[in-house]
């Protein structure tokens, strides 16, 4: 059974960092996508940042270039997402998302496992 799992989510002040992973289990998305969305209470799940397996390529929201990164660990069927300069606007329940085939449009409907959502709070 495919499984998403993510962790490092927490507390942490204004401009400080956190980074986020999320462990692949039960299949492998080789050729496809994995990201990152986010959903603020009484706000809608947003894009964050996105990296095709095959090739690595990354694609970010523009609310979060330079300051996020996405990075991928072949060897452990994982995924990151270093946060640095965290700011207000970023406090939201972090999930991680696969999709077995390339994502193009990166709206959540285009991907098809989910992990449960990791707490990101930012004080400040």
């Known amino acids: 059974q495919e499984q998403l799992v993510e962790s490092g989510g927490g507390l942490v002040q204004a401009g400080g960092s956190l980074r986020l992973s999320c462990a692949a289990s039960g299949r492998t998305f080789s050729r496809g996508s994995m990201g990152w969305f986010r959903q603020a209470l009484g706000k809608e799940r947003e894009f964050v940042a996105d990296?095709?397996?095959?090739?690595?390529?990354?694609y970010y929201a523009d609310s979060v270039k330079g300051r996020f990164a996405i990075s991928r660990d072949n060897a452990k069927n994982t995924i990151y997402l270093q946060m640095n300069s965290l700011k207000p606007g970023d406090p939201a329940v972090y999930f991680c998302?696969?999709?077995?085939?390339?994502?193009?449009?990166?709206?959540?409907?285009?991907?098809?496992?989910w992990g449960p959502g990791t707490h990101v709070t930012v004080s400040s």
């Open positions: 990296i095709r397996w095959n090739g690595g390529d990354t």
């Open positions: 998302a696969a999709a077995p085939s390339v994502v193009v449009h990166r709206v959540a409907y285009k991907y098809d496992y």
